[in-house]
């Protein structure tokens, strides 16, 4: 599916309102049509309101905003320990293998399905992130011959270093994208 397509961008949205609009696309269908065609025209509501189940489905299995906020406050108070500790048993309840890693850049290696990904995550915490760690990973995704990089930040990176990370296909892990992997770890132990 595309991304801005509609069905992807009410997919992202919250589920009622998908629902409205398969309720307005099935009454403008019977005010408009004839009551021989009408019911026929109401079926192309279907779509939407099988998008809206499964947007409902999806929003009621993701954690609450205040679940987000308080792993985001707890991940950003751990000490590394824990916090490589946490990321690994993340990882591993995604189905990844993973490998700490002793090298400059690069901090853990995960693979699946025949994919390989190097994390740099030791600068979590970090209040500014500039380009030399993503360089410092870009090297160590070179010399571990991996597929892709994650970069982890808690703070969002600056406008030009997340530019030259988008540039250089760094996937960079947010807060919320922290909050929401140490979440699924959380409901599988």
């Not at 397509?5 to 309720?23: D, G, V």
């Not at 309101?49 to 991940?75: H, N, T």
Request: positive net charge; aromatic residues 8%; charged residues 15%.
């Amino acid at each position: 599916m595309a991304e801005n397509s509609l069905f992807a961008i009410l997919m992202r949205s919250r589920w009622w309102i998908s629902f409205a609009i398969c309720a307005a696309v099935v009454l403008v269908s019977l005010a408009v049509f004839p009551k021989d065609i009408s019911p026929f025209a109401a079926l192309g509501a279907f779509p939407f309101f099988i998008v809206g189940c499964m947007a409902l489905y999806k929003q009621m299995r993701a954690p609450s905003p205040a679940r987000l906020q308080a792993l985001q406050e707890q991940a950003s108070q751990q000490s590394w320990a824990d916090f490589s500790a946490q990321l690994q048993a993340a990882w591993q309840a995604e189905g990844y293998e993973v490998q700490r890693l002793n090298q400059p850049g690069a901090d853990l290696k995960l693979a699946r399905n025949g994919q390989s990904c190097v994390v740099s995550a030791r600068r979590w915490k970090a209040a500014a992130h500039g380009q030399e760690p993503l360089r410092e990973l870009l090297a160590a995704r070179a010399q571990q011959q991996a597929d892709q990089a994650i970069y982890v930040a808690m703070q969002a990176l600056g406008e030009n270093t997340a530019a030259w990370a988008t540039k250089n296909e760094i996937i960079v892990l947010d807060a919320k994208g922290v909050a929401l992997l140490l979440s699924k770890a959380a409901k599988q132990a």
